[in-house]
């Protein structure tokens, strides 16, 4: 099911960062769609190059008590993969809950810290807000070949539906709030478009997709 194309369980707006919704009028971020680029290795819009912002030499950072956490680099966008996965029943009339899934496609372990900042849609105007109560307080260290997920709630019956016709991806350092890569283009799971809305949220990075879509599938 992964690389197509490509517990608890809080309401869509319970813990989640933010409290208005999220404004979509106008582009502010550079990411554009059409420059942004496939979903495979690359960090910048035309596959190359992606930062790795103050998270490229990686470290704990406080987030786990792994043993050699400290001395594993943060993950590459030039090293990994991306694919979203459409996770509703059959026939469902709107794609609303997605598995996002990063592969290691590189030689050596990395980290994968946070969450992913997610744009949907060319108007997106702020990054999906993301649901604090799905942090694992660990890191995502893969090896290579492993994989990495965030669980995304595209609509949470909110206001202000939009269609979407990209999934925007950025990954972030060490740091929480850093820049480590450029901005990656995800190809959608077997759709033109999405319908979003303000209520859209996402889960931090964890090993277990189970575990990623527990927090989403209730909404």
């Not at 582009?27 to 960090?43: F, H, L, M, R, S």
Request: proline share 7%; hydrophobic share 30%; with cysteine.
């Amino acid at each position: 099911m992964l690389l197509a194309s490509t517990g608890c369980e809080p309401s869509g707006a319970d813990g989640a960062e933010g409290t208005g919704p999220s404004a979509r009028p106008t582009v502010t971020d550079p990411a554009k769609p059409d420059d942004a680029g496939p979903a495979k290795p690359g960090g910048g819009p035309d596959g190359t190059g992606g930062g790795t912002g103050d998270g490229g030499n990686g470290g704990n950072g406080g987030d786990t008590g792994q043993g050699d956490s400290a001395t594993v680099a943060a993950c590459a966008a030039d090293d990994l993969s991306f694919s979203a996965t459409n996770e509703d029943e059959e026939g469902s009339e709107h794609v609303r809950h997605l598995l996002l899934t990063v592969t290691n496609a590189g030689d050596r372990k990395c980290n994968l810290y946070h969450h992913p900042n997610v744009r949907l849609g060319t108007d997106a105007q702020a990054p999906v807000a993301v649901i604090n109560e799905s942090d694992p307080k660990a890191l995502a260290t893969l090896a290579p070949g492993e994989e990495a997920y965030a669980a995304l709630l595209v609509s949470g019956g909110a206001r202000d539906t939009y269609e979407a016709n990209t999934i925007i991806v950025s990954l972030q350092g060490r740091k929480p709030g850093s820049t480590a890569s450029g901005p990656i283009r995800v190809d959608l799971p077997g759709v033109d478009s999405l319908t979003a809305d303000d209520g859209a949220r996402v889960t931090y990075w964890m090993t277990a997709s189970g575990l990623a879509l527990r927090f989403i599938m209730s909404s």
